[in-house]
């Protein structure tokens, strides 16, 4: 999401933005309708539990709102999130860019670099493998591929836009569209806040004398709300 609109900036940041590549725009255009169908498939998994649990067996219209009320209290960080990502992360990405800015484009994709830990630690979980060595050592590069692709991925791009448009880090808030400050002031601290829980899960695995006890997982409560999903067009 970080392009620039004035021409006047120094000529060496058009080295860095004007660059394009194909898998940019087709990547943007493939993410996007997941986070739609996405919203919809985690209602049909929270329903799914409901009705499992025995909460949801009168099927009525009643029951139907109940469990949209539930989910939405459940999951409404990640509905926001996804809601944010189609209504404002996809124009701006593809169209409000205006072509330009593929090389940050890229760099946000790396977020996704930390997805398959997050999704293996659901995985083990739910074949009860929370006390393995294997589920310790993904959780261990579960944290630090998340702090280094999420966490610290929003102060790099400032960081970036600075050198390449030879300006101080804090003038780039200043200088930079108002729709990538818009979209990191939103979407970062949803990273550190999912970052910190993973530190606490992280805490409590390391800490605890019963790593069998589903509880002190580095990813039990972390992985019912980090999904792969976050960033993908922001």
Same mark, same amino acid.
């Given at each position: ?5 004035? &021409?006047?900036? $120094? ?6 933005? &004007? ?20 919203? !919809?498939?985690? %209602?049909?998994? !929270? ?25 939405? =209290? ?5 509905? +926001?999130?996804?809601?944010?990502? @189609?209504? %404002? ?7 409000? =860019? ?28 739910? !074949?009860?493998?929370? $006390? ?17 692709? =999420? @966490? ?6 400032? !960081? ?8 101080? @880090? ?16 939103? +979407? ?8 910190? +829980? ?9 800490? &605890? ?17 980090? &999904?792969?999903?976050?960033? =993908?067009?922001?």
């Amino acid at each position: 999401m970080f392009w620039t609109d004035n &021409s006047d900036l $120094h000529c060496n940041i058009i080295l860095c933005i &004007s660059p394009q590549h194909w898998l940019t725009n087709t990547y943007i255009l493939f993410a996007t309708p997941y986070f739609a169908y996405d919203i !919809y498939a985690m %209602f049909l998994c !929270y329903r799914h539990k409901l009705q499992v649990k025995g909460h949801g067996e009168d099927g009525g219209v009643r029951s139907m709102g109940a469990a949209v009320a539930g989910y939405l =209290r459940q999951e409404l960080l990640m509905v +926001l999130h996804h809601i944010f990502m @189609v209504a %404002f992360c996809f124009p701006a990405s593809l169209f409000w =860019r205006q072509g330009k800015g593929d090389y940050f484009q890229g760099i946000l994709f790396l977020a996704e670099f930390s997805t398959p830990f997050v999704s293996l630690g659901k995985v083990l979980i739910q !074949y009860k493998k929370q $006390h393995t060595l294997l589920h310790k050592v993904n959780g261990v590069l579960m944290l630090l591929t998340f702090f280094g692709c =999420r @966490v610290l991925l929003f102060p790099y791009l400032y !960081y970036a836009y600075s050198r390449y448009a030879s300006i101080p @880090v804090y003038a780039v808030p200043l200088v930079a569209p108002w729709q990538c400050n818009l979209g990191a002031a939103l +979407l970062w601290p949803l990273q550190l806040y999912w970052f910190t +829980l993973i530190c606490r899960g992280a805490l409590r695995l390391f800490t &605890s004398t019963n790593c069998l006890n589903p509880s002190h997982s580095i990813t039990t409560h972390q992985a019912e709300q980090i &999904s792969p999903r976050t960033v =993908r067009t922001n």
